[in-house]
């Protein structure tokens, strides 16, 4: 086994001082005792990893929640201006012709908005096509496979 470090003086590693007690290590210890090594090495690695991976995790999911709130939070206070505006207006209305008209106004003029949304909506959704490269691809995997014939 010495012959193997010839580049190396005589009880000389890579990295003086650390290489002789590697050479002296592997020279004393059995081959199945240094494979047992690395697996737990490698073990232990490979569950600092999954906790690693974990703790990213939990940070990222805790950050996803606390923005999500928000941004919910600013939904409902939006919906709140709109709904106070409205009043507004339609009190504004009511100064120039009786209140129940004014209310009328302002319900069928949401009504024109919330019946125009929904059919632009409708109409993306129509446009919807999924996967279309996806599904192409897939479909011409199975003549690909078929043995004796070239689809290009």
């Given at each position: 086994?010495?012959?193997?470090?010839?580049?190396?003086?005589?009880?000389?590693?890579?990295?003086?001082?650390?290489?002789?007690?590697?050479?002296?290590?592997?020279?004393?210890?059995?081959?199945?005792?240094?494979?047992g090594?690395?697996?737990r090495?490698?073990?232990?690695?490979?569950?600092?990893?999954v906790?690693?991976?974990?703790?990213?995790?939990?940070?990222s999911?805790?950050?996803?929640?606390?923005g999500?709130?928000?941004?919910?939070?600013?939904?409902?206070?939006?919906?709140?201006v709109?709904?106070f505006?409205?009043?507004?207006?339609?009190?504004?209305?009511?100064?120039l012709?009786?209140?129940?008209?004014?209310?009328?106004?302002?319900?069928?003029?949401?009504?024109?908005?919330?019946?125009?949304?929904?059919?632009?909506?409708?109409?993306?959704?129509?446009?919807?096509?999924?996967?279309?490269?996806?599904?192409?691809?897939l479909?011409?995997?199975?003549?690909?496979?078929?043995?004796?014939?070239?689809?290009?």
């Amino acid at each position: 086994m010495s012959g193997q470090y010839s580049e190396f003086p005589a009880g000389a590693g890579p990295v003086s001082g650390e290489g002789s007690a590697a050479h002296q290590k592997a020279e004393n210890t059995s081959l199945g005792d240094l494979l047992g090594e690395v697996t737990r090495d490698l073990s232990t690695l490979m569950r600092q990893e999954v906790e690693l991976a974990k703790a990213e995790a939990k940070e990222s999911a805790t950050r996803a929640g606390k923005g999500g709130g928000m941004l919910a939070g600013a939904g409902v206070a939006g919906h709140f201006v709109l709904l106070f505006l409205s009043l507004a207006l339609m009190f504004a209305l009511g100064a120039l012709m009786p209140l129940g008209w004014a209310a009328l106004i302002l319900a069928v003029i949401w009504g024109i908005t919330a019946a125009v949304l929904a059919a632009t909506g409708r109409k993306e959704l129509k446009h919807i096509k999924g996967l279309p490269q996806t599904g192409e691809t897939l479909s011409e995997i199975p003549p690909t496979l078929k043995p004796g014939e070239v689809n290009r």
